[in-house]
């Protein structure tokens, strides 16, 4: 589980597949109203408090994004309400959730070369598209267009030769150089 502040009253927590697993929940777990899952949200705003002095009492929003192969982002945004200690009692959390699931899959690379003797492996299974960017020394393949082939087989394919990534695809988008859109693997394999 990895914490970030996003700003005073917003914190981001990555959950890794793994993470999950540890605690014997899947992604599907989390769309339920289950003890294990509430335990799961105790626990994370345990170690948001630790860690961050994030204080999650009284009203605050949830918004859960479940990404393909990189496990779950949880963004958590305390009221912007003043301050009603006497309105909430201490350990009261009143809670919007908003759940959303993105197709997509992103993967970091230390080194192109990584990405293109990837690039052989995912062309055999007859995927060719795919972007790929530039960002902070790694980089990152983005693949949304495989929903014929099985997400399982691409992911292990990808966890070859690089890892899950918490960095978001707006993020890269914003911030990244793209060095080759769309067609990825194809154009990889067309000059390498």
């Known amino acids: 589980m990895r914490l970030e502040r996003l700003n005073y009253n917003k914190i981001k927590i990555f959950l890794t597949l793994d993470d999950l697993t540890d ?10 109203d289950s003890f294990k899952v509430h335990q799961l949200f105790k626990d994370m705003m345990n170690e948001a408090n630790q860690e961050l002095g994030f204080e999650a009492n009284g009203p605050i929003a949830v918004e859960v994004f479940s990404l393909q192969a990189q496990g779950m982002v949880v963004i958590v945004t305390k009221s912007q309400q003043e301050e009603a200690d006497d309105e909430f009692d201490e350990d009261y959390i009143e809670m919007q959730v908003k759940l959303d699931e993105s197709k997509h899959v992103l993967y970091q690379f230390a080194s192109f070369e990584d990405v293109i003797q990837l690039s052989y492996s995912l062309s055999r299974i007859g995927l060719l598209g795919g972007t790929v960017y530039h960002y902070e020394g790694q980089y990152f393949l983005s693949l949304d267009d495989f929903e014929e082939l099985s997400a399982d087989t691409v992911i292990s394919i990808l966890a070859e030769f690089g890892s899950p990534t918490t960095l978001t695809i707006h993020r890269l988008k914003e911030y990244g150089k793209v060095i080759m859109q769309e067609d990825a693997i194809k154009t990889i394999q067309m000059y390498f």
């Open 23 to 32: 605690r014997g929940l899947t992604k599907e777990d989390l769309w339920k």
